[in-house]
């Protein structure tokens, strides 16, 4: 039996944070030896909302391999690739906006809501609107099998799913349909309390260095009732806490709960055990990152060679989709 097909991509919009890795990159990590997988970096769907400042996209792409190599994704195991390389993904996505009627694509929840949060940036434009075909154009034209993502995609992978379908009968059964693979992750929290996001600046980088990381958790929010040392905190709704649960064995986890609630143990004390672990958990993937950065035409090497493996695939199906479609 051949390997089932694993594809996935993100955008490169920034450096890569611990919620990205362990909702995500552990994951995809993870596959890499059950599938056979396809992992992108999507930097035309970044252009869909920073078209006008593209000044950092090259150090973005760049930085955000890096990330993916610390983290464990191995290029001797997975096809690791660039969108903007394979203008076979483009060409796919002209045909199937051919086919995408307009209310499809207008009642994509991510749609709506992005207009109207998003007040810095135009986003009425084609492009963005053509965003999920784009995506699907992505998915389609390596007939995958399985996408991981985050609950927040599965509107995309649905409209993928359906314009397949309606390729499919229209011009023949050519395209697979994909099937999400659901990262069951919570969102980590950042250094403030929300959820771990670079909009909110609350995050901690794969590639910040020990004294940034000891500098962002020591200034970390905890219970905010709990203004002083002898007050009693409650775990349940200090975010510290939260990553504990993640990064402290459970014996750790068992004493705190029991500790701060009686203010036995302070938050300061939690933080530096709590920083004592991460740094030692992430100290293998900045040593990984240390190395890679010191040898730019690596990753130059990589990605030309994995876009040259994805783009043989792209151009079969491509020539298949062409055929059926009596181009
Ligand atoms: N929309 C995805 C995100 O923002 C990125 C993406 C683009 C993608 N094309 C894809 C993910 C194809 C999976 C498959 O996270």
């Keep these: 039996m051949p390997k089932k097909r694993v594809l996935s991509g993100m955008q490169p919009s920034g450096l890569l944070h611990l919620g990205n890795l362990m909702g995500a990159l552990d994951n995809w990590k993870k596959l890499q030896d059950e599938y056979d997988c396809y992992y992108f970096i999507a930097d035309w769907h970044a252009l869909t909302t ?18 993916w190599l610390a983290a464990g994704i191995d290029p001797e195991k997975s096809v690791i690739f660039q969108q903007s390389r394979l203008p076979e993904h483009a060409v796919l996505h002209v045909l199937l906006s051919m086919i995408t009627p307009l209310p499809w694509l ?25 965003y999920p075909v784009l995506q699907a154009a992505d998915i389609l034209i390596y007939k995958a099998d399985f996408v991981p993502v985050g609950i927040d995609q599965l509107p995309h992978l649905e ?23 659901l990262t069951q992750y919570p969102k980590l929290l950042g250094t403030d309390g929300r959820k771990m996001s670079k909009s909110y ?10 004294g940034e990381i000891t500098k962002k958790l020591m200034a970390m929010i905890t219970d905010p009732a709990r203004m002083r040392r002898q007050d009693p905190g409650n775990p349940d709704v200090c975010p510290l806490f939260a990553l504990d ?5 459970k014996e750790w986890c068992d004493y705190v709960d ?24 992430l100290k293998p993937i900045q040593d ?40």
């Design 201 to 210: 600046n609350n995050t901690i980088n794969l590639s910040d260095s020990p």
């Design 50 to 67: 920073q078209y006008a400042d593209t000044s950092k996209m090259r150090a973005f792409i760049r930085e955000m391999i890096i990330d």
């Design 159 to 181: 409209l993928t799913r359906e314009i397949g379908r309606r390729f499919n009968s229209l011009y023949g059964g050519i395209l697979a349909e994909p099937q999400p693979l």
């Design 245 to 249: 649960r993640i990064f402290a064995p």
């Design 106 to 130: 207008e009642r994509v929840p991510t749609y709506k809501e992005k207009m109207e949060q998003v007040q810095d940036k135009d986003l009425h434009t084609y492009g963005f609107l053509g």
């Design 258 to 281: 029991v500790e701060c609630r009686r203010a036995g143990l302070g938050c300061v004390d939690d933080k530096k055990e709590l920083l004592k672990r991460l740094l030692a958990y």
């Design 288 to 327: 990984k990152r240390k190395e890679l950065s010191a040898d730019p035409g690596k990753i130059a090497g990589i990605i030309a060679e994995g876009s040259r493996k994805a783009r043989a695939l792209a151009q079969k199906t491509l020539a298949e989709v062409n055929e059926a479609m009596k181009l």
